[in-house]
């Protein structure tokens, strides 16, 4: 063992120095190679930096994985009994959604049945358990619909919603008789884009609100919604009147795993006689496949690029080996064994690549601190975003592979040169 021991630390000591003595062929080496490992670096880099944009914003939609997420009809007897169960609780949050207008009274609004701004779904008839539905009368005015979402806490432990601008909801607060109200990026475009007056009317209350915008989140939804605080909600609507049916509300109820209000919100949903439809986040695994796809193409265009650069440090190490044939046959005729020989070479190559795979990942992690820097707030995806240290593995393990590929042939040219070279030399 420590004859081995004793070997390689020779190798990599004659391997240096052979460096050292060709720093112009060890140059050569490395610009050729370079490309091969940058490839493989900035593909690994991208490659991760796409799986977590892709996995942010799904994580804004339905959460984070492992989140459990528990969906019921949206009638009142399942909005008292999720409020009664998750009143107090930090592992539960409620959601309990309506329609909300805000703006003129009386008018219907620009975005009718809370399109996304600039569309028109057209419709926004209420229909009633009877059978008979109503059209919406009056003009379009200056109103705009949003889903309003009233929270029972704060929700951005299971949804990570990011702050655009002003705060969050503070549920630490006293309710106001006010209710605040945080948009999403979509309704604070059409506020943006229309001057309406700051009144709400949502159906069951008994006046329309007059509420107060405290901010702005991305939510990854596409259409107008607005979150407030649910005790805020119900100071204005009679008891009973929270969820009506006839607006296609919502009621869900995100909890973490293994928590007991599970059981016991499960139990009155059904001695209530309703259904309730429960789902586990796993965002990562239903991608996987699409995330293993993306890897292999990218990965294959980037080793097609690696084996040119090998190729290249196998020609300049036949070359090296072949003007070296008579220093390779007197380390021989003087006792060097073959393996000795071949681990020169090796060395040589492998502190090649290694030094290759520090520079490509140093000009990697270089150039995307550059772009985070000058493109960071215009593109979300490059906001706030590290060098991912798995392309940094990925950038040693390509220089170590093209260090070994490229390598290993010259180290059995070396090890095969006979003594009598030297000696007809």
Same mark, same amino acid.
């Given at each position: ?17 052979? *460096?050292?003595?060709? &720093? ?44 459990? @997420? ?118 604070? &475009? ?70 007991? $209000? ?57 070359? @090296?080996?072949?003007?070296? $044939? ?22 040589? @190559? ?66 095969? *040169? ?8």
């Amino acid at each position: 063992m420590m004859r081995l021991s004793g070997r390689f630390r020779s190798s990599l000591i004659i391997g240096i120095q052979g *460096i050292r003595a060709r &720093k112009l062929r060890t140059l050569l080496s490395m610009v050729s190679l370079f490309l091969g490992v940058l490839a493989v670096v900035v593909v690994q880099a991208g490659a991760s930096i796409a799986e977590r944009a892709l996995l942010s914003d799904l994580e804004l939609t339905y959460g984070y994985d492992g989140t459990r @997420t528990i969906g019921m009809p949206p009638e009142q007897k399942a909005a008292d009994a999720v409020l009664t169960s998750v009143k107090g609780r930090t592992d539960a949050v409620a959601g309990i959604s309506m329609q909300g207008i805000i703006g003129e009274p009386g008018v219907r609004p620009v975005n009718e049945g809370g399109a996304p701004i600039g569309q028109d779904w057209g419709g926004g008839q209420v229909c009633f358990a009877d059978g008979h539905c109503e059209e919406p009368s009056g003009p379009k005015g200056a109103a705009v619909e949003v889903r309003l979402t009233a929270l029972t806490g704060d929700i951005r432990q299971f949804r990570p919603f990011r702050t655009v601008s002003g705060t969050w909801l503070d549920f630490t607060t006293v309710p106001s008789m006010a209710p605040r109200l945080v948009l999403n990026q979509e309704a604070a &475009k059409g506020f943006r884009q229309y001057q309406v007056p700051a009144e709400m009317r949502v159906r069951g209350t008994t006046a329309n609100l007059t509420p107060r915008f405290v901010g702005v989140v991305d939510d990854g939804g596409t259409e107008p919604r607005a979150y407030v605080r649910v005790d805020e909600l119900a100071t204005w609507m009679p008891p009973g009147k929270l969820v009506d049916p006839n607006t296609a509300g919502e009621i869900n109820v995100m909890l973490r795993p293994g928590s007991p $209000v599970e059981q016991v919100l499960t139990a009155k949903i059904k001695a209530a006689g309703l259904e309730t439809y429960v789902n586990d986040v796993n965002n990562r695994e239903q991608q996987e496949d699409q995330l293993r796809l993306m890897r292999l193409v990218f990965f294959s265009m980037a080793g097609l690029v690696l084996l040119i650069g090998v190729a290249g440090i196998l020609n300049v190490g036949l070359a @090296t080996v072949g003007e070296r $044939v008579e220093e390779f046959a007197l380390r021989r005729a003087v006792g060097t064994p073959r393996s000795l020989l071949a681990g020169i070479v090796l060395a040589e @190559t492998l502190l090649t690549g290694l030094l290759t795979a520090a520079a490509a990942i140093g000009a990697s992690a270089l150039a995307l601190k550059a772009a985070t820097t000058l493109a960071g707030n215009t593109h979300p995806i490059l906001d706030n975003v590290q060098f991912p240290w798995e392309a940094g593995v990925a950038g040693i393990i390509a220089g170590i592979v093209a260090g070994i590929l490229g390598g290993f042939v010259p180290a059995l040219r070396a090890a095969g *040169i006979p003594i009598a070279t030297v000696m007809r030399a």
